[in-house]
């Protein structure tokens, strides 16, 4: 079985983002993981309009066109990795319409999170986490807070990510997390499909 792929979403699109570095410091240490695959999926990328639909594409095929590409790319995956910042105690209006427009494609695949803000993002992780329950996910339980302290010393250029020993030992246990989930449900999704094939001979 080829090796899991796992997506690592940009979860804001503002031109003044704090985004893109978490993004590049958690691929660095995601691709250096010898059991998977790393993508850095960019909703900057994906200008999907606000939900707007008849319906969850879960019970009726969607009808804008870049949505049917964001199905497509979605279930390119065996699991994905979250960058969240927070919003007035929330994620982002942008993550959450993405997530939004896909379906089943989530279905049955780790979530893992790198949240930043205030207070570590935690508040718009744990808004994450119920969401991806729904979608019938499986959110790990190891995550990365980047705290208000560490998140200005960052942005103002006084450290850099990989400076900060105690964000790498949770980054290393989150990348380890949903490299383990992403193999097994990899397979158990595998052997659904044999079985559904069985059964419809």
Do not use: C
């Amino acid at each position: 079985m080829s090796k899991p792929k796992i997506a690592i979403v940009v979860g804001s699109t503002r031109a003044a983002r704090f985004a893109d570095v978490p993004t590049q410091w958690i691929a660095k240490i995601a691709k250096a993981h010898a059991d998977i695959d790393v993508e850095i999926v960019d909703l900057r990328e994906w200008p999907l309009p606000f939900f707007d639909e008849v319906a969850s594409s879960a019970w009726v095929p969607s009808q804008n066109e870049v949505a049917q590409r964001w199905q497509k790319k979605v279930a390119e995956f065996d699991g994905f990795i979250f960058t969240a910042a927070e919003y007035n105690h929330a994620p982002t209006g942008v993550l959450k319409n993405a997530i939004d427009y896909a379906a089943n494609e989530w279905n049955k695949k780790p979530a893992g999170f790198v949240g930043y803000g205030s207070v570590g993002g935690a508040r718009a992780v744990e808004q994450l986490r119920l969401i991806a329950v729904e979608l019938q996910m499986a959110p790990v339980k190891s995550a990365v807070h980047i705290a208000w302290g560490d998140f200005l010393a960052v942005r103002q250029g006084e450290k850099k990510l990989e400076d900060i020993e105690h964000l790498n030992q949770a980054a290393a246990a989150l990348v380890n997390d949903v490299a383990w989930w992403a193999k097994v449900l990899k397979a158990a999704r595998a052997a659904d499909a044999i079985t559904g094939e069985a059964q419809a001979a």
